[in-house]
């Protein structure tokens, strides 16, 4: 997969995804101030979320508007009202979009809406998400997948049937250059229910790019990802910690998502190839191995034992394999103390 200049893929650093969301708190001045912290930690690109309030619910009051899982940050919350408090101004995008060209962050969003879909070609949108709740909005992914742009999907509560789907959707309009991320779409979400083992069932089964969308506390499911195949994470980001923003509960300060970049990165430097022996480096250490030492002076005729052969450090001596072997045998020649082993010293 490729976003602008950035190839995305297992044999290249994973592309980490700090997603903006409504963590603004409404300022744009703040969310400028995202961009930037976003930038300094190390992340490959900012996401923004775009969608027309309208579109995305209606201004409804009734209990079916109304979240009442006691687990989530938003219990209580009125979806219409929630929306509005943490949607992106249209309004700011084009400064947001400009303010990251200029300091080298790619720049993209999650689009929930046709219109605006629209809105975003006019500005040129490098790449798209579909987030988690609109993966069964078939309609707007079809238009999606129809700009030919790179296009990112969380499969957050989708059946593997229903991933199908959206996978033939995007082979229908011949846009191969997509991403499946594995998400769980509960915040925040619990690791035990993250199954980040199911990136290498994704991988397997649609042969594309495949990530993290995380939604837990912390960086330890995130970093693990990348173990199992992941070259995509995204992990929401905020100003300060506990600072009030909608997504707090689950985003990281720019410290904990400087740190998350660092240790993907590490997890990713780590994996390597499929390789047993010594590395390039363990070569220096192979001489501080064991082998087989003189640990007393000895003459001529006597016989080898646990007294006068030893296994130590350094590794100059005989290969330990064959000190059982040896004792009992008898020298040839005489040894002193801290002689590394050598087979022509006994007599055969």
């Excluded at 960086?219 to 173990?227: D, L, Q, R």
Aim: charged share 25%; net charge positive; aromatic share 8%.
């Amino acid at each position: 997969m490729k976003i602008l200049n950035r190839k995305i893929s297992k044999t290249n650093p994973p592309f980490i995804i700090a997603e903006l969301s409504g963590n603004h708190k409404g300022s744009l001045v703040r969310a400028l101030k995202i961009v930037d912290k976003a930038k300094a930690a190390g992340a490959s690109a900012i996401k923004l979320q775009t969608f027309d309030l309208n579109e995305m619910t209606i201004n409804f009051k009734s209990k079916s508007f109304v979240i009442n899982d006691k687990a989530s940050p938003w219990y209580k919350k009125n979806l219409y009202q929630l929306y509005k408090k943490a949607q992106t101004p249209k309004i700011w995008h084009k400064k947001i979009f400009e303010h990251s060209k200029k300091i080298g962050l790619i720049c993209f969003s999650s689009v929930f809406d046709i219109k605006s879909l629209a809105f975003l070609e006019k500005l040129n949108a490098p790449a798209y998400k579909i987030a988690s709740f609109e993966n069964n909005h078939y309609p707007l992914i079809e238009k999606v997948a129809a700009t030919k742009k790179p296009v990112i999907i969380s499969t957050g509560m989708a059946k593997i049937d229903e991933i199908k789907e959206i996978v033939k959707i995007f082979k229908l309009k011949k846009n191969n250059n997509f991403a499946l991320l594995k998400c769980t779409s509960s915040y925040p979400a619990n690791p035990k229910e993250s199954n980040i083992i199911a990136i290498k069932t994704l991988n397997e089964k649609f042969k594309c790019e495949v990530g993290l969308s995380d939604h837990t506390c912390g960086i330890g499911a995130a970093v693990a990802s990348i173990a199992v195949g992941a070259s995509i994470i995204e992990k929401h980001i905020m100003l300060e910690k506990n600072d009030g923003s909608v997504d707090q509960a689950f985003s990281l300060n720019p410290l904990e998502f400087k740190n998350l970049v660092k240790e993907a990165n590490n997890a990713w430097l780590s994996l390597g190839k499929k390789y047993l022996g010594p590395t390039k480096n363990e070569k220096n250490t192979l001489k501080f191995r064991r082998s087989i030492y003189v640990i007393k002076n000895s003459k001529k005729g006597d016989t080898l034992s646990n007294q006068n052969i030893k296994i130590i450090r350094p590794s100059y001596g005989l290969h330990p394999k064959y000190f059982n072997k040896l004792i009992g045998k008898k020298l040839k020649k005489t040894v002193r103390k801290g002689m590394p082993f050598k087979m022509n010293m006994i007599k055969i």
